[in-house]
Structure formats: structure tokens, C-alpha cells
């Protein structure tokens, strides 16, 4: 019994110790708490604050937003041209009044391939469609662009009403047509005006019974010669109004210069000119119409030999640049001014007075119906190149 009280008198002081260390443990420990807990309040207190002012932005944002949207709905609504959206499917997902009122009801919902397959008929023009909305017989005509895709699929197409519009310019095109028939036929009457006078002088000198025989016939072959002029001119007229119509065939360049030379080195000859032709064509052909390049050609040349005189020189060139067959109709003339040079082609524009204004523009509507281009270069003394370019993708072989 001793024993155990000395043994309990002795743990009783360590039992004690350890409970202080314990007790200073747990303070420790409280005021380590209490910090992290302040530290925290603190955290939670900042970031309740910065979410205040976030949710404040973000509602000023959805304002903005709100506001933008109802700006963009009023000027979509006032929009005087179509505006359709449609989705990946092609289906029409929305739609502005105006859209309803140029296409007419039902939209919403429906194929735009349904739409245009029902309502829609094609014109020449490319993007422009005739078109007679649903419960109306009044037909109009559109014009329709779509934006590119976005990368869902969905575009915008934009419908524009130009059924005025296209009313309008037919009536220009009508009036310009009018007047370009009306300076035609001024033109015509003046062209014809002179050597039908002369004809009708010398015709009227026939019936003169003291004429001797050889003045009858010199009067009659100048009458011929007249009616000749006139007839060359109403030729001429024709074939300016009716175009020319193409009859494609591959044409070797070589057999076609050769042809040239046949037809215009005669004449040529018989007034001293010189002429000399530049064969580069190295053996291709060209798919064009061969009488009509070849009257083309003839009329530059007959141009060079009326501006030349004796001992001048003529060239004509053809040469292969690039993708272009190039032939160039030189002559070492007196030139042209500048300023007529911007009227060469014109119709009844002519320097002459017994030129009938009509074969350079006939050459550059040869030209340019198959494919070409033919322009004039020119310095006053010194001479006039005329080059015509044909692109070799027209059946070069």
C-alpha cells in the first residue's frame, strides 16, 4: 500500500506538466485558427466585393447588350431590302418585314431551296430572279446576294426589290437605242446624200442626145462607179447592224497570211508600195472565223495603202506573245493626230471624204467577238501601227 502511494505522489506532478504543455499546445493552436480564420473573413469579404462589382458589369454589359438589340431589331425591321437568315439546313430560320413583303408569306421554317424552286424564275442576269409571291399575280423582279457561310453554315441573304429599277434602265437602253438609231440613220442619209447627188448628175447627162458616144460611156461607167460607192456602203451598214457571226474552223496563221498576200500585194504593186509580211506563227492555228478575220485584216491594210503614197512601206507582223497571237499592220504614213485617234473606231467617223467611216469599226467588232482586242498606236509624220491580239486558248493546236 505504501508502495502504490509513493508511486501516485510521484506521476501526480508529470501528469500536470503535460496538461500545461497540452494547454499551451491548444492556445497555440486557437490563436493560429483565429488568424487563418480573420485572414479568411478578409478573403471572403474581398471577394465578395469583387463579385458585386462583376455582377454589376456584367448586368451594365447585358444592358449594352439589351440595348444593341433592340437598335439592331428596329433596323432590321425598317430596312427597306429583304433580309433572311438560314441555318446549317438551309431552312429559314428568321426574316425581316420587309422580306415578308417582297416574297410574301409563309417563310419561316420552310427550305429556301422550296422557296426558290416555287417562287423564283431565272433571268440572264446573273443574282437576278423574275419572281410572283404567293396570292399575288403582280410579278417582280429581285436581286438576291448571300454572305459566305459562317463556320456553322448559317448565311444571311440579302433580297433587294429592283422591279423600278430594271424598269428604268430598259427605258434608258430604249432611248439610247433610239438615238443610236436615230445619229445612224442622220449618218446613212449623209453618206448617201453625195454619191447618190453625183449618180443621179451623171445619170441625168445619159439623156443628152448631143453627147457624143465615148462621153455616154464616160458618164455611164462614172455612174456605175457611183452606184458601185453606194452599194459598198449599204454593204457595209448591213454587216456593222448585223454583226458578225462567227464560223469557227482551226485556221492555219501561215495559210491565212498567205491568203492576205494573194488579195492585197496587187494593189500594192500597181501604186509602188512595198509590202513585206513577218511569218513568226511557227506553224499553229487559230479556231476563228477565217473570212471574217481575214476581212478584218484586209481593212487595216486597205487603211495603210489610202494614208500612203508611193515607195512607202507596209508590214504586217504575226508573232506568238505569251498566251496572245499578235499581228501588227504597220505603215510609215503621215500619222494620226491624237485626238482623232480616240475616234478611230467610231462608227461614220472617217478623215476622208470618200470613206464610208464604217471599216475600223467593223474590224474591232470582228475582234472582239472572238475574244481579241485591237487598238492604235500613232505619232503624227511618222507612221500608225494597228495590233490585234488573239488569245491562243481559242484553239491554239
Not at 502511494?5 to 503535460?18: N, T, V, Y
Not at 444571311?156 to 433610239?178: C, F, G, K, P, S
Not at 455611164?220 to 474552223?249: C, P, S, W, Y
Request: aromatic letters at 4%.
Amino acid at each position: 500500500m505504501q508502495l502504490n502511494k509513493a508511486i501516485e505522489l510521484k506521476s501526480a506532478p508529470l501528469d500536470q506538466e503535460q496538461l500545461q504543455h497540452a494547454f499551451a499546445a491548444f492556445n497555440e493552436a486557437s490563436e493560429q485558427l483565429s488568424g487563418v480564420y480573420q485572414e479568411l473573413q478578409y478573403k471572403v469579404a474581398q471577394l465578395t466585393r469583387e463579385l458585386a462589382l462583376a455582377n454589376g458589369e456584367l448586368h451594365r454589359q447585358l444592358g449594352e447588350k439589351e440595348d444593341l438589340s433592340q437598335k439592331l431589331s428596329l433596323l432590321l425591321n425598317a430596312l427597306p431590302g429583304g433580309v433572311i437568315a438560314l441555318d446549317a439546313q438551309e431552312d429559314i430560320e428568321q426574316v425581316n418585314p420587309a422580306a415578308t413583303l417582297i416574297l410574301g408569306e409563309p417563310l419561316l421554317g420552310l427550305s429556301w431551296q422550296q422557296i426558290t424552286a416555287e417562287r423564283f424564275l431565272p433571268t440572264p442576269i446573273v443574282n437576278e430572279w423574275r419572281l410572283q409571291p404567293v396570292g399575288t399575280s403582280d410579278q417582280r423582279r429581285v436581286r438576291i446576294e448571300s454572305s459566305p457561310a459562317d463556320p456553322t453554315g448559317r448565311r444571311i441573304l440579302l433580297v433587294n426589290d429592283i422591279t423600278e429599277a430594271h424598269a428604268m434602265q430598259e427605258q434608258v437602253r430604249r432611248n439610247q437605242r433610239l438615238t443610236s438609231m436615230g445619229e445612224m440613220a442622220a449618218n446613212l442619209a449623209h453618206q448617201l446624200r453625195t454619191p447618190l447627188s453625183t449618180a443621179l448628175l451623171y445619170a441625168s447627162h445619159l439623156g443628152n442626145d448631143v453627147l457624143k458616144s465615148d462621153e455616154r460611156q464616160k458618164f455611164a461607167t462614172k455612174t456605175i462607179e457611183r452606184l458601185h460607192h453606194l452599194e459598198h456602203l449599204t454593204n457595209d451598214m448591213l454587216r456593222f447592224v448585223k454583226g458578225e457571226t462567227a464560223q469557227l474552223e482551226p485556221v492555219l496563221l501561215h495559210t491565212l497570211l498567205a491568203d492576205l498576200r494573194l488579195v492585197i500585194e496587187p494593189q500594192m504593186v500597181r501604186i509602188g508600195l512595198e509590202f513585206t509580211i513577218h511569218d513568226n506563227s511557227e506553224g499553229i492555228s487559230l479556231l476563228t472565223d477565217h473570212k471574217a478575220l481575214c476581212g478584218a485584216l484586209t481593212n487595216l491594210l486597205e487603211n495603210a495603202i489610202q494614208v500612203s503614197c508611193a515607195g512607202d512601206h507596209i508590214v504586217l507582223n504575226c508573232d506568238l506573245i505569251n498566251d496572245d497571237v499578235v499581228l501588227t499592220v504597220i505603215d510609215n504614213g503621215p500619222g494620226i493626230d491624237i485626238d482623232i485617234q480616240e475616234r478611230l473606231f467610231e462608227p461614220f467617223f472617217t478623215t476622208r471624204s470618200e470613206g464610208t467611216g464604217l471599216g475600223l469599226a467593223i474590224a474591232r467588232g470582228v475582234i472582239q467577238a472572238m475574244g481579241g482586242s485591237v487598238q492604235a498606236n500613232s505619232l503624227p509624220d511618222i507612221g500608225s501601227e494597228f495590233i490585234i491580239r488573239l488569245p491562243r486558248n481559242k484553239g491554239d493546236s
